[in-house]
């Protein structure tokens, strides 16, 4: 997900994309640790998108003081 594609969401999007997106982390470390997961590339992204969500929510927040 790009960093612009986020900033466009309100505040209210973003609380529900950063549960969603720790419930996808949750579940993909999950799978690794048994060894299904097909591709370790989505947990890495998932990951990154989950930071780059977390930044954005910082910026908003420390702008707003």
């Not at 973003?14 to 097909?38: I, Y």
């Not at 591709?39 to 929510?57: G, M, Y």
């Amino acid at each position: 997900m790009e960093p612009r594609e986020l900033r466009d969401l309100s505040d209210e999007e973003l609380a529900v994309k950063d549960r969603d997106l720790r419930e996808s982390v949750f579940l993909l470390r999950l799978r690794h640790g048994t060894n299904q997961l097909e591709s370790p590339v989505r947990l890495k992204q998932a990951r990154r998108d989950l930071a780059r969500l977390k930044t954005i929510q910082r910026e908003r927040e420390l702008g707003r003081k």
